[in-house]
């Protein structure tokens, strides 16, 4: 399934400026992805992690440059094809974003809305779901180990159980790309793992590219193919896991993060506390 | 026990930043509050001494009403359950009015700030006038009866759930929202999966919370010819059968008090 290997996303010289910034939060981004990679963006706070991915999902335009998804040029993108592009681009939130009063099934359900035509469109409206599309929704909380919670109201799960069922969505979504902001900082350890693996496992088993913006150098050195590290807007790594060496990390974190002997959950817990 | 807290306990206060004075203001505004409610005591004609002195006359007044009579009871009986039905399909007419009107008309889902602005007028006027003149509008159209009162309070009463949507629409969490139109959800989609879960407990809340009140509405509307208890409410009041009014007023007071009973049952089932 991997036959075809021209870039997935392609960033050119891509930089966002704000409005009354002296600096800018990106600056002259080149990079390409290729289908299937799971790219773990690290970087301090306020290095450009968020600004970058909400430009990869057109929350924003980039004041210069060009993002290309699959050779679409994301600047151009307007109403309905803006929606199109919306659909093949599978999103995750820090807060999960799930409709919280609705049953777990309809937030995976919601997946299907950019895939439904005719008909099954406007039933929808109605939370009306035909056979198929229930059972894709089934099926996909199946994949995650999230069956059993099916009817629940989604906001008595935890978080980690809640970023599970996003993952659902995803699979229902069936995107080529999926874009996640900070997709475990609000989870403690042993959940932030777990979804960590469900979204690694989920995404070689389709085949969909994952690009993550990780606070923690750990989880992106366990899960990632390839690894940015941004610094005050800069790409000033791009490369494997085992690339990442100390002085890499020095270079993006202008400090020593990894510190040998101390257990990973303790320096975890740091940086959910800060 | 001892010397760890007395440590920081004991020994020099240290220099504190200053605290802004609000003393002048709170002393203005005090005063400024006086001299509205005095002004508007004297428009008014705000009298204490004269009620303390002369609420004697109210007794004269209420000595009629203490013996209802019953003699027209089914009649009265028979308006209240038009009443009832009034407030029932005004009710309904106001959710038709609202639902799209509280949807262009906030903020964060209107289509345009200039659908946003005229939506917003048109709850304005809806809500500034008065069922009743609306009652005596819709009369010249239908005609003196329950189908006029229904009109001018759905009418009315959807001006007023219509603000009410809409700004509970404002309110929501927009992440919620976010993660529905991130799946590329269209915008009737965005509104059934991620407004609607958000606003309907609240707004069917608002919605019995008019109810309500438009039974109170609906048993005084037909006075202007809307229909229902009203008009005999008017009716034996201005032509001093005490007795009947009484027995009119006992019984809207258990029409609204059912209501209240009921509306408070729905709502705990509901939300």
């Given at each position: 399934?991997?036959?075809?290997?021209?870039?997935?996303?392609?960033?050119?010289?891509?930089?966002?400026?704000?409005?009354?910034?002296?600096?800018?939060?990106?600056?002259?981004?080149?990079?390409?992805?290729?289908?299937?990679?799971?790219?773990?963006?690290?970087?301090?706070?306020?290095?450009?992690?968020?600004?970058?991915?909400?430009?990869?999902?057109?929350?924003?335009?980039?004041?210069?440059?060009?993002?290309?998804?699959?050779?679409?040029?994301?600047?151009?993108?307007?109403?309905?094809?803006?929606?199109?592009?919306?659909?093949?681009?599978?999103?995750?939130?820090?807060?999960?974003?799930?409709?919280?009063?609705?049953?777990?099934?309809?937030?995976?359900?919601?997946?299907?809305?950019?895939?439904?035509?005719?008909?099954?469109?406007?039933?929808?409206?109605?939370?009306?779901?035909?056979?198929?599309?229930?059972?894709?929704?089934?099926?996909?909380?199946?994949?995650?180990g999230m069956l059993d919670r099916v009817w629940q109201r989604t906001d008595t799960l935890s978080g980690g159980e809640q970023q599970r069922v996003a993952i659902a969505k995803i699979l229902a979504q069936e995107p080529t790309?999926?874009?996640?902001?900070?997709?475990?900082?609000?989870?403690?350890?042993?959940?932030?793992?777990?979804?960590?693996?469900?979204?690694?496992?989920?995404?070689?088993?389709?085949?969909?590219?994952?690009?993550?913006?990780?606070?923690?150098?750990?989880?992106?050195?366990?899960?990632?193919?390839?690894?940015?590290?941004?610094?005050?807007?800069?790409?000033?790594?791009?490369?494997?896991?085992?690339?990442?060496?100390?002085?890499?990390?020095?270079?993006?974190?202008?400090?020593?993060?990894?510190?040998?002997?101390?257990?990973?959950?303790?320096?975890?817990?740091?940086?959910?506390?800060? | 026990?001892?010397?760890?807290?007395?440590?920081?306990?004991?020994?020099?206060?240290?220099?504190?930043?200053?605290?802004?004075?609000?003393?002048?203001?709170?002393?203005?505004?005090?005063?400024?509050?006086?001299?509205?409610?005095?002004?508007?005591?004297?428009?008014?004609?705000?009298?204490?001494?004269?009620?303390?002195?002369?609420?004697?006359?109210?007794?004269?007044?209420?000595?009629?009403?203490?013996?209802?009579?019953?003699?027209?009871?089914?009649?009265?009986?028979?308006?209240?359950?038009?009443t009832l039905c009034i407030a029932l399909w005004g009710t309904v007419l106001a959710l038709l009015v609202s639902v799209p009107l509280g949807l262009l008309g906030a903020r964060n889902l209107s289509p345009h700030p200039v659908?946003?602005?005229?939506?917003?007028?048109?709850?304005?006027?809806?809500?500034?006038?008065?069922?009743?003149?609306?009652?005596?509008?819709?009369?010249?159209?239908?005609?003196?009866?329950?189908?006029?009162?229904?009109?001018?309070?759905?009418?009315?009463?959807?001006?007023?759930?219509?603000?009410?949507?809409?700004?509970?629409?404002?309110?929501?969490?927009?992440?919620?929202?976010?993660?529905?139109?991130?799946?590329?959800?269209?915008?009737?989609?965005?509104i059934a999966f991620g407004v609607a879960p958000q606003v309907l407990p609240n707004f069917l809340s608002y919605v019995l919370l008019r109810f309500e009140s438009d039974i109170r509405s609906a048993s005084v509307i037909g006075?202007?010819?809307?229909?229902?208890?009203?008009?005999?409410?008017?009716?034996?009041?201005?032509?001093?059968?005490?007795?009947?009014?009484?027995?009119?007023?006992?019984?809207?007071?258990?029409?609204?008090?059912?209501?209240?009973?009921?509306?408070?049952?729905?709502?705990?089932?509901?939300?």
């Amino acid at each position: 399934m991997v036959a075809d290997r021209s870039p997935v996303v392609t960033l050119d010289g891509v930089a966002k400026i704000f409005p009354g910034k002296a600096a800018p939060a990106l600056d002259d981004l080149s990079a390409t992805i290729e289908p299937g990679q799971f790219v773990a963006v690290i970087g301090k706070s306020g290095a450009g992690k968020t600004t970058l991915l909400r430009c990869l999902s057109r929350a924003m335009f980039v004041t210069r440059g060009v993002i290309r998804f699959d050779q679409t040029d994301l600047a151009g993108l307007r109403g309905a094809a803006l929606r199109a592009h919306r659909t093949r681009v599978g999103m995750i939130y820090q807060q999960f974003n799930l409709v919280r009063r609705l049953p777990v099934v309809d937030n995976v359900l919601i997946g299907r809305l950019g895939r439904l035509s005719g008909w099954a469109r406007w039933a929808a409206l109605a939370r009306h779901f035909d056979h198929e599309q229930r059972g894709i929704a089934f099926r996909c909380l199946d994949h995650v180990g999230m069956l059993d919670r099916v009817w629940q109201r989604t906001d008595t799960l935890s978080g980690g159980e809640q970023q599970r069922v996003a993952i659902a969505k995803i699979l229902a979504q069936e995107p080529t790309v999926v874009l996640a902001d900070e997709p475990v900082a609000s989870l403690d350890l042993s959940n932030g793992r777990l979804v960590m693996q469900t979204l690694r496992r989920v995404a070689s088993a389709v085949g969909i590219t994952v690009i993550a913006t990780l606070h923690h150098v750990e989880l992106a050195r366990s899960y990632a193919d390839r690894i940015f590290g941004l610094k005050a807007g800069r790409l000033v790594f791009d490369g494997t896991p085992s690339q990442l060496t100390d002085a890499a990390l020095f270079e993006i974190f202008g400090e020593f993060v990894t510190e040998p002997g101390r257990p990973e959950g303790e320096r975890l817990g740091e940086l959910a506390r800060s | 026990m001892s010397s760890g807290f007395a440590s920081i306990h004991a020994g020099p206060v240290p220099a504190v930043p200053p605290r802004a004075s609000v003393t002048g203001r709170t002393m203005l505004a005090t005063v400024a509050l006086a001299v509205v409610f005095g002004l508007a005591a004297r428009v008014v004609e705000l009298r204490p001494l004269e009620l303390v002195r002369d609420v004697g006359n109210v007794g004269v007044f209420l000595k009629g009403y203490l013996h209802p009579s019953f003699g027209n009871i089914g009649e009265y009986a028979w308006q209240c359950v038009v009443t009832l039905c009034i407030a029932l399909w005004g009710t309904v007419l106001a959710l038709l009015v609202s639902v799209p009107l509280g949807l262009l008309g906030a903020r964060n889902l209107s289509p345009h700030p200039v659908v946003y602005f005229a939506a917003r007028r048109v709850m304005d006027v809806l809500r500034a006038v008065n069922e009743f003149v609306f009652a005596l509008m819709f009369v010249t159209a239908v005609g003196l009866g329950p189908f006029a009162g229904m009109l001018a309070l759905g009418i009315h009463t959807g001006g007023i759930l219509g603000k009410l949507l809409s700004e509970t629409i404002e309110a929501v969490d927009p992440g919620q929202v976010e993660g529905v139109a991130a799946v590329g959800a269209g915008r009737l989609q965005v509104i059934a999966f991620g407004v609607a879960p958000q606003v309907l407990p609240n707004f069917l809340s608002y919605v019995l919370l008019r109810f309500e009140s438009d039974i109170r509405s609906a048993s005084v509307i037909g006075m202007v010819g809307g229909g229902g208890i009203g008009f005999y409410l008017w009716d034996t009041i201005r032509s001093f059968k005490d007795g009947e009014a009484a027995t009119v007023i006992l019984l809207i007071v258990v029409l609204v008090m059912c209501i209240d009973v009921v509306s408070a049952r729905v709502r705990r089932a509901a939300i």
